[in-house]
């Protein structure tokens, strides 16, 4: 009868998962260059694994091809690694200069192919088992050449990721990238270098037991790359392969049971498995689907937004601007009856145009398309101009407005100016708006290695439950609804998305209604 240790399991399991992933997201997009060199990954680790699982399992008659087959495959990966490095996250286009240059590398990877598979230079004896440390080989001539060759691409293509990181403005990327890497460096420190490491000290080749395993670090990071940030296929990835795997271990199980009985129950408990696994995969691809079409909706209903936006805005500042003219004279005298009615509609007109750059500011931020403009900034002087715009209304409602000035000298820090005063301007505003007696205290402090502006007000206060909402899109509280209707419940989620792309933090804090709120804002000092 034969037997499979759990060793030679789980190598042939990841040797099956390696091989599937790879073929699922090629015939996914063939056509796609980073798909066809993602295949080109997992079949050369696929080669290096079947020659250990036949060193392993056909003894030493085939010790020496396994061996062979195993340095083979292990060939390639780096070469593989540095032309994925080059094209991922997004293909781009190589001059004729630089396609030549992709085709000599190619060439050096394909040269230590085939000096591994038919010679002597790589691999000069039979493949033997020694327990617990693997399997060992003496090695050739050309080993150490070949170490450096996977030293220098694997350390190159690290390299091009890492400067896409600082590089690459899209948050998702860099995600897919940072994934990639944690991935393939786990593979590469408890698999692939000790194998180059050991030989330059001990005069063998071998591979340490965690060593293949260590792959699985590659495939599941991988497929978190995938299933999380959309990296080259779908999220039933990951189903399939826990299906697949789980499908293998019940087979096997099948064929070591001890009698008939046993051989039955088994085969019955995988029918059963597979006849739900075939409905989980099928739920998980409609969650997919139905997850992409509402992306689908949420996208054309920002590019809706944007157009629509862009087409109210001009007609708007036309009528603004007739407005302005009227209210000053220029068309004759406006008589005494009119002069408030005028002045209603100015303001009807200037929070219809204020609703409208919210719209489109919202639109921005979610296609990622916001632009910013980095300066160096006193946000000291920055307070005292927002200040200066609305202590007038503060006036207006028999309200202070104060600013308490930090004691210790401040930074300047790296911000967008205007973003911020959008955002600070915004937050005091409120503040005003929402308090019928005593005032709004601006406060400005340095916290560890941020800036912290805190704007205290004596207003309406919050509830927990309001607060938990307050920085969601078109989300009032009741409280604000009643002592201000007119707002629709955007500029807080702006300024929100304003803060993230800063990279700072943005909260509120309140002890219940009519105890006034405070909302404090952290930017990072760069």
């Excluded at 929070?351 to 921005?364: E, M, Y």
């Excluded at 300024?495 to 933090?505: A, E, N, P």
């Amino acid at each position: 009868m034969i037997t499979f240790s759990l060793i030679e399991i789980g190598l042939f399991s990841i040797f099956l998962s390696n091989w599937f992933l790879g073929f699922f997201v090629y015939f996914k997009e063939r056509k796609n260059i980073l798909n066809q060199i993602f295949l080109g990954i997992t079949l050369t680790t696929g080669f290096w694994l079947g020659g250990l699982l036949i060193v392993l399992k056909l003894g030493s008659s085939f010790s020496l091809f396994g061996g062979r087959l195993a340095f083979a495959g292990a060939s390639l990966i780096p070469l593989f690694f540095l032309l994925f490095s080059f094209e991922f996250p997004k293909p781009q286009k190589k001059s004729l200069l630089f396609s030549f240059f992709l085709f000599f590398l190619s060439l050096i990877g394909i040269s230590f192919f085939f000096i591994s598979l038919f010679s002597p230079l790589i691999v000069t004896s039979r493949v033997k088992k020694v327990v617990p440390y693997g399997i060992t080989a003496k090695f050739g001539k050309l080993y150490p050449l070949f170490g450096l060759y996977f030293l220098i691409f694997i350390s190159w293509g690290i390299f091009n990721l890492f400067k896409k990181i600082r590089i690459i403005k899209t948050e998702i990327e860099k995600r897919q990238i940072e994934f990639f890497l944690i991935g393939a460096g786990l593979s590469l420190i408890l698999g692939s270098l000790p194998n180059l490491i050991l030989p330059l000290f001990f005069n063998i080749l071998g591979y340490s037991q965690l060593g293949p395993f260590a792959i699985i670090f590659f495939i599941v990071f991988t497929a978190l790359a995938i299933t999380r940030y959309h990296l080259l296929g779908i999220e039933v990835i990951l189903t399939e392969i826990l299906v697949g795997l789980i499908g293998l271990l019940l087979i096997i199980q099948i064929f070591s049971a001890p009698t008939v009985l046993w051989k039955v129950i088994n085969g019955s408990i995988f029918v059963l498995f597979c006849i739900f696994g075939y409905l989980l995969i099928r739920a998980t691809y409609r969650e997919i689907k139905r997850r992409e079409e509402l992306e689908r909706i949420s996208k054309a209903k920002s590019e809706f937004i944007s157009i629509t936006s862009h087409q109210l805005r001009t007609p708007l500042s036309a009528i603004k601007g007739y407005l302005s003219m009227i209210a000053e004279g220029i068309y004759g005298e406006i008589p005494e009856r009119l002069k408030k009615p005028l002045k209603n509609v100015y303001l009807s007109n200037e929070r219809l145009i204020k609703l409208v750059n919210d719209l489109l500011d919202i639109s921005r931020i979610e296609a990622g398309k916001m632009e910013m403009k980095f300066e160096r900034t006193n946000l000291e002087e920055l307070i005292n101009e927002v200040i200066s715009e609305l202590e007038v209304e503060a006036e207006k409602k028999g309200l202070y407005l104060k600013f308490e000035k930090p004691k210790e000298k401040l930074p300047q820090i790296l911000i967008d100016k205007e973003k911020i005063r959008q955002v600070i301007l915004n937050i005091v505003d409120n503040a005003i708006k929402y308090t019928k007696e005593g005032g709004a205290t601006i406060r400005l402090k340095r916290v560890k290695n941020s800036l912290q502006i805190a704007v205290s007000d004596t207003g309406i206060g919050m509830t927990k439950e309001e607060i938990a909402k307050l920085f969601e899109s078109f989300s009032r509280g009741a409280g604000g609804r009643k002592s201000w209707v007119e707002g629709a419940g955007l500029g807080l989620y702006i300024s929100k998305k304003l803060i993230d792309l800063h990279q700072g933090k943005i909260w509120a804090e309140s002890e219940g209604r009519g105890k006034g709120s405070t909302f404090y804002i952290e930017l990072p000092i760069k």
